[in-house]
């Protein structure tokens, strides 16, 4: 027999579990994730809801502007504003003109799952998108990403705390953390990592490590900020590779704290 009651908290919610048996009479807390359904609007027009974190909510709005293509750069989004509501929260983001009639030639109404970022997409070339990318000839020292793997998971404090999020962390080419974010969907802490780093200041010799697998949608986002290495915990998929390929994107799959495996342009990781 099990029961239990929720305390709602921000990003997480505190579960009391009493569980009883012949032999067994106890109650533990947990900690478990929390997600929320966000709108993101533009110019009062509703465009998105993705389930999510509800934290760095500011920076999901920049990078999921940027990586989707709404805004071409962070100048094109005049103001942010979040309302909390009963049932969800809600980003009223103010765009440019010319960024909200663009917008509006491809506009899409979906709700995605966790972490979804193509349901819904009306045209393959709307989920195809191809940013233009900059010629560079950045490289990578392997012991600075293994040593920036070792690091990841223990700054992970939500994953730790709930055992059911996703991260992704910006390292400099010395394996440095300079920014993390979570979240229970892995493209929208790859929004929130990239929507922080444009607020800050990113440079082209910095790399993304991600606790997911890499799918072709992580390599996009990363193209569009012009990043040259992207890290996966986990398996990239055919298209990601392909992708990575066209896009001159170094890209690393299994990575564990000893090894992981380079599938395009290994040219960029030297000893």
């Known amino acids: 027999m099990t029961s239990s009651k929720f305390i709602q908290t921000k990003n997480t919610v505190t579960y009391s579990r ?5 032999s067994i009479n106890d109650e533990v807390q947990e900690e478990i994730a929390e997600e929320t359904p966000i709108a993101l609007i533009y110019n009062g027009i509703s465009h998105v809801v ?23 750069d962070i100048s094109d989004i005049y103001s942010i504003q979040i309302n909390r509501k ?17 917008l509006k030639e491809v506009r899409r109404n979906l709700t995605g799952r966790t972490g979804c970022g193509l349901c ?18 950045s490289q990578f020292y392997s012991k600075y990403i293994l040593k920036a793997l070792k690091n990841f998971s223990n700054e992970q404090e939500l994953q730790k705390k709930t055992g059911a999020t996703h991260a992704a962390a910006i390292f400099n080419n010395e394996g440095e953390l300079k920014i ?10 790859l929004d929130k990592l990239i ?10 010799s910095d790399f993304v490590i991600t606790s997911s697998r890499a799918s072709y949608e ?10 040259k290495l992207l890290v996966a915990i986990s398996a990239p ?25 380079i599938y395009s342009h290994n040219h960029r990781v030297i000893e």
Do not use: C, W
């Not at 009493?18 to 012949?22: L, N, P």
């Open 50 to 72: 993705m389930m999510g974190s509800p934290s760095n909510l500011e920076d999901f709005a920049v990078g999921f502007s940027v990586t989707e293509g709404v805004v071409s």
């Open 180 to 189: 993390i974010r979570e979240d229970v969907g892995r493209h929208i802490a």
């Open 18 to 22: 009493a569980y009883k048996s012949s």
């Open 86 to 102: 009963d049932n969800g929260i809600e980003l009223n983001i103010k765009i440019s003109s010319e960024s909200f009639v663009k």
């Open 237 to 261: 998929t055919g298209l990601a590779i392909r992708m990575a390929d066209s896009f001159s994107i170094t890209l690393i799959g299994f990575a564990r704290e000893a090894r992981f495996t």
């Open 218 to 227: 992580m390599v996009q986002k990363i193209a569009y900020v012009n990043l």
């Open 195 to 204: 929507g922080a780093s444009l607020k800050t200041n990113i440079s082209e």
């Open 120 to 137: 819904g997409a009306e045209s393959l070339s709307q989920a195809m998108r191809m940013p233009k990318v900059k010629i560079s000839n």
